[in-house]
């Protein structure tokens, strides 16, 4: 993928990826702090037929400089995903999300609706909508920062035991957690991540620097403090939400999947055997739901007289 670059209003560099040059531009939009690694193997997979764009989120990947709360907050990741676009020249794409990327590919629909052809929600639980941090997840992350906020003086200690924890391996857990209680969020938190998916530390190597778990932590806080008002009855792109069968970090509550129901055009798809972690397990599989809903998309977009306009101009911007 080639790296690009752009600077922010405050100054901030942001880093974002495009491979491939034909056909429909496909947007990947990662869970907070996440490593575009997750996605690798997918844009190979779809490279060669589509356009595909992914972005780091401010304060990535160098992690470098540690952001302050304001400039993490989520508006501020709305703001720069539509500079990245309009840079770009994008008018319209698919946006492909995971975990709790999906607030962002919901309410960057909500706020421009004629920029979305479509929504591809992976790995999405009811944080993801929601402004409470229920899930079991979500939870390990918040307590990871408040014992941060309040022993500041203990990050490096605790991005050590990340470096360390990354391998799964059930001894370097063991030893961690002799460290001492300072520890026990980070060790809670990463047992949770390996045990769900053995290759979930290639989504993880942003964290292994203070100022990088420092930044995680902020936008982590940041997502999950902001409700996404969806509309989902006013959703008249199609929306395919994918899971795996064997996630035990997300689940969508039958409240949260009758509220899904209700927009026009939405289809589930259930990956067998597969964790949280899916776009690293099955790439193909996820590369092949892709394929099916850009596809779905096109020709519900040919068939709606309301986006004709917007399929023109689509197609002029190649």
């Known amino acids: 993928m080639e790296t690009r670059t752009l600077k922010t209003a405050g100054d901030l560099t942001l880093t974002y990826y495009v491979s491939g ?3 429909d ?8 702090g996440m490593s575009v690694e997750l996605w690798s193997w997918i844009v190979r997979a779809l490279r060669d037929h589509y356009t595909v764009l992914a ?19 989520f508006e501020n990741v709305i703001a720069d995903l539509s500079a990245i676009l309009d840079h770009e020249g994008v008018p319209a794409a698919h946006f492909v999300s995971w975990g709790l990327g999906a607030k962002v590919a919901f ?57 360390r924890i990354g391998a799964p391996s059930s001894i370097n857990l063991f030893l961690a957690a002799l460290q001492g209680d300072d520890l026990k969020p980070v060790v809670k938190l990463m047992d949770m991540l390996v045990l769900e998916c053995s290759m979930s530390n290639l989504a993880l190597d942003h964290l292994e620097r203070p100022a ?14 902001f409700e996404v008002n969806a509309d989902f009855e006013n959703i008249k792109v199609p929306v395919v939400i994918v899971q795996g069968d064997g996630d035990g970090l997300a689940a969508i509550s ?11 055009d939405v289809e589930w798809k259930t990956l067998e055997k597969a964790s949280h972690f899916l776009p690293l397990e099955y790439p193909e599989k996820t590369a092949n739901i892709i ?21 023109h101009s689509v197609e002029a911007s190649r």
């Open 21 to 23: 040059s034909a056909g």
């Open 25 to 32: 531009r496909i947007v990947m939009v990662n869970a907070p």
């Open 55 to 73: 972005f780091d989120y401010r304060g990535f990947p160098d992690a470098e400089k540690e952001l302050s709360d304001s400039e993490s907050s």
């Open 107 to 163: 309410d960057f629909h909500r706020r421009f609706p004629e920029k979305v052809l479509s929504l591809i929600p992976i790995s999405m639980d009811d944080d993801a909508l929601g402004s409470d941090a229920n899930s079991t997840f979500s939870q390990a992350v918040l307590a990871v920062k408040r014992q941060l906020d309040a022993v500041p003086e203990s990050i490096n200690v605790v991005t050590k035991a990340i470096r």
């Open 212 to 225: 990088g778990l420092s930044n995680y932590l902020k936008l982590y806080a940041a997502f999950s403090g």
């Open 254 to 264: 039958p409240y949260l999947r009758g509220d899904l129901g209700s927009i026009e």
């Open 291 to 311: 394929r099916g809903a850009v596809s779905r998309a096109r020709s519900s977009l040919r068939s709606a007289p309301a986006f004709v306009g917007n399929l």
